[in-house]
């Protein structure tokens, strides 16, 4: 079983900078595709970066592209989210996520695409 742990949440003034990072387990973490998504209160879930296994290819949100930046570190099971010049509408809880498949989908925005998540990490920035 998968386990996925996000770090690095927190309060942050706008303008202000955070690095998330999610720690996996028990599975095979370098063939794993990975994205973050966040989800505000009264909000659905939604897609913030994608990362792949093979090629590390990223895709962003378009409302976060050129502030936010995915990576991953296989020798050390982790993906991070570098978050530049946070705003308020970055505020929302922020999940890793792991999908299993062999081949890049072409929906790594759905949550749907996904096999496993983390709890979750809280990002505040306030107005």
């Known amino acids: 079983q998968v386990q996925l742990v996000e770090s690095g949440g927190g309060l942050v003034q706008a303008g202000g900078s955070l690095r998330l990072s999610c720690a996996a387990s028990?599975?095979?973490?370098?063939?794993?595709?990975m994205g973050w998504f966040r989800q505000a209160p009264g909000k659905e879930r939604e897609f913030v970066a994608r990362?792949?296994?093979?090629?590390?290819?990223?895709n962003y949100a378009d409302s976060v592209k050129g502030r936010f930046t995915i990576s991953r570190d296989n020798a050390k099971n982790t993906v991070y989210l570098q978050m530049n010049n946070l705003k308020p509408e970055d505020t929302a809880v922020y999940y890793c996520a792991a999908d299993r498949s062999t081949i890049s989908s072409g929906t790594y925005y759905s949550t749907g695409t996904y096999d496993y998540w983390g709890q979750g990490t809280q990002v505040t920035v306030p107005s």
């Open positions: 028990g599975g095979t973490f370098s063939r794993y595709h």
């Open positions: 990362i792949t296994w093979r090629t590390s290819s990223t």
